[in-house]
């Protein structure tokens, strides 16, 4: 069997989709997946120079040098999935070729663009129509669809009227790097992001639906109390209507009297294990996750998390999370900060907890179902 697999989401900064992706088939070498079937990754502006062996990747030519997403997936990925004699094309990331007439695997991380669509982070018109109206019709015709948690397969089925036996739950999971890191290990890492002790931790795109306003409103509150506390926040900010991140922190630094919030647009990926270790608790205050990996990592590294119990976010931490009822609420916040300072115990049971829970999430196990939907849905292909 050939499998084909839309790549594009490897290349460049690797974000959500294209980390996702790339466990997927990291899982499936360990597996000896490659020997079994053929698979080959298309790629749109460059070959990913981590894939693992036995994989095979494509460059889909430009024409006349011009680089699209939207042309690569709605015109270049089906002509050449055809030309590969692809049985069955996975696309990873919301969006698939109309034009393709094959067996057709899509993966839905969410639908927060259809269900909670003020909360989205619409980039342009080009989003819109890819997202409302592609990503819905990829959805009618895909043989399956996966879905990271139980929550969204409820969206999935209640928005787009799949059927149930079309949808199949995959969760995600922390990958092995995350892990309890040494204080020590932890601290020498965090100061080269400026961190000197304590500190909380966000990382993440800077969304509206993520609260952040609310939670530095709330650190500012706390600060003056605890002298050595800090507040890491690591991503960029994409706000809709924009927020000014920056002169937010600004005006609450000359508040405090110190620079006890740092803002940087983006963490290195092997820098993350250990600022979350090293973290008093990592701060996720989302109203809408299709599953929430950054809080779930977290808890693999032994930190508390702060979250909310909305959407699919208790799915992903259990009872092992502080969970704040009404993340608009900035004194709600500052309770649940000032409790993980303050209550040794409720911390200590949160961090022995987190392992525990991030231990039920398994990559390889996930790279198993994926796998497994991909041979059944091309076993049923026209």
């Not at 084909?4 to 899982?27: C, K, N, P, S």
């Not at 049985?87 to 269900?115: Q, S």
């Not at 739950?169 to 995350?178: I, R």
């Not at 996720?284 to 119990?309: D, H, K, Q, R």
Request: aromatic share 10%.
């Amino acid at each position: 069997m050939t499998i084909g697999i839309d790549g594009h989401d490897l290349e460049g900064r690797r974000t959500g989709v294209g980390q996702y992706l790339m466990a997927i088939l990291r899982a499936w070498a360990r597996a000896g997946v490659p020997t079994q079937e053929r698979i080959v990754v298309f790629a749109k502006d460059h070959v990913p120079e981590d894939l693992p062996t036995g994989i095979t990747a494509r460059l889909l030519a430009k024409p006349f040098g011009y680089s699209s997403t939207a042309l690569f997936i709605q015109a270049l990925l089906p002509r050449a999935a055809k030309r590969a004699g692809v049985d069955i094309l996975w696309c990873p990331g919301y969006v698939a070729p109309l034009r393709w007439r094959g067996a057709l695997v899509l993966t839905l991380h969410d639908i927060v663009y259809e269900t909670r669509p003020e909360l989205f982070n619409w980039r342009g018109p080009q989003d819109f129509f890819l997202l409302k109206f592609v990503s819905r019709a990829a959805a009618q015709r895909a043989a399956r669809i996966l879905v990271p948690s139980q929550f969204t397969a409820n969206e999935v089925r209640r928005l787009y009227r799949v059927p149930e036996h079309r949808i199949a739950v995959t969760p995600e999971a922390a990958d092995s790097a995350f892990r309890p890191i040494s204080k020590n290990d932890a601290l020498t890492v965090a100061a080269r992001y400026g961190i000197r002790e304590s500190y909380f931790f966000f990382v993440g795109s800077l969304f509206t639906r993520r609260r952040i306003p609310e939670c530095l409103q709330a650190f500012g509150a706390i600060a003056r109390d605890f002298p050595r506390q800090q507040f890491l926040i690591a991503g960029g900010n994409y706000t809709r209507p924009h927020v000014d991140i920056h002169h937010i922190i600004m005006r609450l630094n000359a508040a405090i009297g110190r620079p006890a919030i740092i803002s940087v647009p983006y963490a290195a990926q092997e820098d993350l294990p250990s600022l979350m270790s090293g973290a008093t608790a990592v701060i996720w205050l989302s109203e809408y996750e299709g599953f929430g990996l950054p809080p779930l990592e977290s808890l693999a590294c032994g930190t508390p998390v702060i979250t909310t119990a909305s959407t699919s976010l208790p799915e992903t931490v259990g009872d092992c999370a502080l969970f704040v009822r009404d993340p608009s609420n900035v004194t709600m916040i500052e309770e649940a900060m000032r409790a993980l300072l303050s209550d040794e115990q409720l911390s200590s049971r949160l961090s022995s907890c987190g392992p525990r829970q991030a231990a039920r999430f398994s990559w390889d196990r996930c790279g198993e179902q994926t796998i497994e939907v991909l041979r059944q849905a091309a076993e049923k292909r026209p």
